[in-house]
Each structure stands twice: as C-alpha cells, then as structure tokens.
T-cell receptor, first 114, second 112 residues
Framework: DAMVIQNPRYQVTQFGKPVTLSCSQT?????MYWYQQKSSQAPKLLFH???????NEADTPDNFQSRRPNTSFCFLDIRSPGLGDAAMYLC?????????????FGQGTRLTVV | AQSVTQLGSHVSVSEGALVLLRCNYS??????LFWYVQYPNQGLQLLLK??????LVKGINGFEAEFKKSETSFHLTKPSAHMSDAAEYFC??????????FGTGTSLTVIP
C-alpha cells in the first residue's frame, strides 16, 4: 500500500538538460515537501506546499522549481542540472499542523547528472 | 531558528547491547520531535515522535525516546540491538508541524 510514490526511482540526466521528478500521494495530506539528500548527509528541505501555498526555503537555488497541480501530485523541476545537483530527492507529505503531524516519505528518486 | 544536533556520526554496538543515539534541539519553545530511520537507497521511516503529553515515547521495533526539556534532548534508545537495526538514524524537529528539519544523522553499525 504505497502512500507516497516517487517516479522514477532512478533518473539519469545530462548536464544542463531540464529534468522533472514526480511525486504522488494517496493520503490526501495538505502538505507536500521536497528534500534533497546528498551522500551521507541529512535531507535538506528545498520547499513545501501547504495546499496551494508555495513556501521556498531561503537558501534553495533558483534552479529548483516546483508545481502542485492538485492535492495528489507534486513535481520538482530542475531547470539546468549541474553536477552538484546529483543527489537523492525525497518527497514527503504531512497532514499539516497539530499533534498528529508526521512526515511520510516516498522511496526517493536518485538523480545522476552526466 | 530551529535545529537539531546529533552527537556521533557513527555508533557501533554489539548485538544484544544497548543502543543510545543522541539528539539535542535548539528552540525557544519545545517543538515537535521525531526519529526517523533510513535504510540504503530508501526513504525515511518514522520510528517515533513527541508532540505533547508523555515525555517517554515508545516507537516501532523496540525503540523509545525521552523528551527532556531541561536538557533540550530527545535521545533514542533500544535495550538490545539486533542486526536488522543497522541503518542511518535521523533526528528531526518541526516548529509548527508543517516543516521538518533534520539532523546530520547517525550511522548505526551492529557487530555480531
């Protein structure tokens, strides 16, 4: 019963060629997140959507964009991938504020830039 | 700003020994606190969380953690390590419940 689904699991892209990573959820959660995790590092929050409201972290490069066309789907667009953007990208969801909150993660997409 | 510090990037324990992974948070008010586990090439799985109420929190796979406000700590423990516990463990903080910030992680090795 996959609840947060990321496609593809592995993505290879060329240096400078735009790439889109996909995330869908069956939990009907308000909030969707994108994290970047480089090797042996903590997941770093790039941005999140609370419903349709987009919230960008202050240090997220402009090269990273996101779209959330509806509750279930969220996309991460990398406009011009560089070698330094090779990482695992994790999508997560949460119900929002309150005591019941927790983040549910997908399996991740490992991005390789060649 | 909310942050968490995990002391010890690598911890090794013998099978059957106590597991103790340390996490301290910085916050002017007690945030929501979490422990997640990550296996290679996988997403993160919630072990346990503290939001309000009882300060000793029990999670899955025999793990538990205690929220200590006076020490701004949320250390993770398990009485007896199992080989399957070998993984990366992340402590996380959420100021309001809709943003999650992670520590740098602790890699746990279990020695047979």
């Amino acid at each position: 019963d996959a609840m947060v689904i990321q496609n593809p699991r592995y993505q290879v892209t060329q240096f400078g060629k735009p790439v889109t990573l996909s995330c869908s959820q069956t939990l009907n959660h308000n909030v969707m997140y994108w994290y970047q995790q480089k090797s042996s590092q903590a997941p770093k929050l790039l941005f999140h959507y609370y419903d349709k409201d987009f919230n960008n972290e202050a240090d997220t490069p402009d090269n990273f964009q996101s779209r959330r066309p509806n509750t279930s789907f969220c996309f991460l667009d990398i406009r011009s991938p560089g070698l330094g953007d090779a990482a695992m990208y994790l999508c997560a969801t949460s119900r929002g504020t309150g005591r019941m909150t927790e983040a549910f993660f997908g399996q991740g997409t490992r991005l390789t830039v060649v | 700003a909310q942050s968490v510090t995990q002391l010890g990037s690598h911890v090794s324990v013998s099978e059957g020994a106590l597991v103790l992974l340390r996490c301290n948070y910085s916050s002017s008010v007690p945030p929501y606190l979490f422990w997640y586990v990550q296996y290679p090439n996988q997403g993160l799985q919630l072990l346990l969380k503290y939001t309000t109420g009882a300060t000793l929190v029990k999670g899955i796979n025999g793990f538990e953690a205690e929220f200590k406000k006076s020490e701004t700590s949320f250390h993770l423990t398990k009485p007896s390590a199992h080989m399957s516990d070998a993984a990366e463990y992340f402590c996380a903080v959420s100021p309001t419940g809709n943003q999650f910030y992670f520590g740098t992680g602790t890699s746990l090795t279990v020695i047979p």
